[in-house]
């Protein structure tokens, strides 16, 4: 955690983190890094437990938190987001790869309601518990069987039905890329007759194109260059790592002088 270059970031006044707000709406994106993941993730987990706290209100704009690799960080009251955001409209999506993650980082308990929570699910090939989970998910349905038995004398036909799972474990385990299944939630007003799906998503791949070709570059927010045109990204970072610590050192000397000064906070300075 001590790092010139996470000092710089997580200091400053470069925006506030309510990013629904109709004053001044925000697109933020955070990343993390696969090689600090472990010290990231507490910076990031701190950002992330604020910004729900904030967003989360009546009379803001419509939102939408977007986390992929749910389980490299730790996203505290992330299961009471999800029950309350959609009165609030925010959307919640989430991204991991199998259920096996999330219940090894987050706990038996809240990986559990996490995946109860969320009405839509979206799922690509898995296998082991949590293709067998999804497959429950789904539900099963009334299918008709058909056996024919042939002997030397006459040929049997019998049929009956039972109840089968819609898409079963097996067929989730064995998904070609682009074939997803799934299931969608609906409102009151807005009925879905058809909420399960076992669908390939086609890709346009001419109009993908055609939209990258007019991305626009992202603006430069911190221009780290002098007047001559030198990078002084380095120095800049570490004079703000050294000003902090001093700002530190300045705010325990003038608390411990406070202390002295009062008769009744004397005794709790030793020595």
């Known amino acids: 955690m001590i790092s010139p270059a996470l000092y710089w970031v997580m200091t400053g006044n470069d925006f506030t983190l309510d990013i629904n707000n109709p004053a001044s709406p925000k697109i933020l994106v955070v990343g993390n890094n696969p090689d600090r993941q472990n010290i990231y993730s507490a910076a990031l987990g701190l950002y992330n437990s604020r910004i729900v706290k904030l967003i989360n209100k009546k009379k803001q704009l419509k939102s939408s938190v977007i986390i992929d690799e749910l389980p490299t960080i730790y996203f505290r009251g992330l299961d009471n987001l999800i029950a309350t955001a959609r009165s609030n409209k925010v959307a919640v999506c989430l991204g991991f790869q199998d259920f096996s ?8 308990k809240e990986s559990r309601v996490i995946q109860n929570t969320v009405g ?65 939630s609906d409102n009151f007003n ?55 610590k001093q700002e530190i050192l300045s705010l325990v000397d003038s608390e411990i002088a406070r202390i002295k000064a009062d008769p009744k906070l004397q005794g709790l300075m030793k020595g």
């Open 120 to 184: 839509n699910v979206f799922s690509g090939q898995v296998v082991g518990e949590t293709a067998k989970t999804l497959s429950e998910r789904f539900g099963k349905v009334l299918q008709r069987r058909q056996s024919v038995s042939i002997n030397r004398q006459d040929v049997s036909t019998s049929i009956n039905t039972q109840m089968d799972s819609l898409i079963p474990a097996s067929k989730i385990s064995n998904l070609t890329q682009g074939m997803f299944v799934g299931a969608v």
């Open 101 to 108: 993650q999330l219940t090894r980082d987050y706990g038996e």
């Open 190 to 244: 807005e009925r879905i007759e058809q909420k399960i799906f076992h669908a390939e998503i086609v890709v346009d791949t001419a109009k993908v194109s055609a939209e990258m070709k007019s991305y626009r570059p992202i603006p430069v927010i911190a221009d780290f260059r002098d007047a001559s045109g030198d990078d002084t990204m380095k120095a800049s970072i570490d004079a703000n790592y050294r000003q902090i």
